[in-house]
């Protein structure tokens, strides 16, 4: 295995579930990502899958790609390749920080596919993209709305969604449909957590501070 595959992503996530009992003083972000959401339909109106990409800060990017070859203004095209592919193996097991649900209930997703790793040479930073496919396809009327989370449980990594264009309805058939985002305001978070959100091995930290996207369509959508 070469060395660079030490300095993927989940090697944060592990850092982060190293020490769950971390103390308040620690308990804040160390990576942050840029996110954007696509949501792809199928010909039913039916949400089918998600389109993710997380755009690195610099300071992770330029961790990740130390001493990877350059190819003109970005790396070679086996090394971001590979990258992907063993961010998005690792990702896995905590199901690529997405949660989908609808009305409390939770909606299984598949295997994330489509991984594609890149490199903006002005900006300094690395993103990563992948399709997140439903195990099965989804309608979103207003009576049952879908809602999707993507967050790092520990708040090792802070997720948050760019300030233009977030969310995007893509592919199929999805007229009557729309997608709402929901940012907490972070400061009453901290404010109102409970000493427990530190101290409870099985607190979800992150969660209080991720950003909900609710999509909904018009009856008889199916």
């Not at 389109?51 to 990017?61: C, K, N, V």
Request: overall charge negative.
């Amino acid at each position: 295995m070469q060395s660079w595959f030490a300095r993927l992503f989940p090697f944060f996530v592990l850092l982060a579930i190293a020490n769950p009992l971390a103390p308040p003083a620690s308990a804040h972000p160390h990576v942050y990502i840029d996110m954007k959401t696509a949501f792809h339909f199928d010909d039913q109106g039916r949400l089918e899958s998600l389109r993710i990409t997380w755009i690195f800060d610099e300071f992770y990017s330029a961790f990740a790609v130390d001493g990877a070859t350059r190819s003109g203004s970005s790396y070679d095209e086996k090394f971001l390749s590979a990258l992907a592919e063993e961010n998005l193996k690792n990702l896995a097991e905590w199901n690529y920080f997405t949660e989908v649900t609808s009305q409390g209930t939770t909606i299984e997703t598949g295997k994330a596919a489509d991984g594609v790793s890149t490199w903006d040479d002005e900006t300094g930073r690395l993103s990563l993209a992948f399709s997140l496919p439903l195990k099965e396809a989804r309608a979103a009327p207003p009576e049952a709305p879908v809602s999707v989370r993507i967050f790092d449980p520990s708040y090792y990594i802070s997720i948050d969604y760019l300030p233009d264009a977030p969310v995007s309805l893509a592919d199929g058939s999805h007229e009557g449909c729309a997608a709402a985002v929901n940012v907490p305001e972070v400061e009453q978070v901290w404010t109102n957590l409970p000493e427990s959100a530190f101290t409870d091995p099985n607190s979800s930290l992150g969660a209080n501070f991720a950003s909900t996207v609710v999509l909904t369509c018009k009856s008889g959508k199916s």
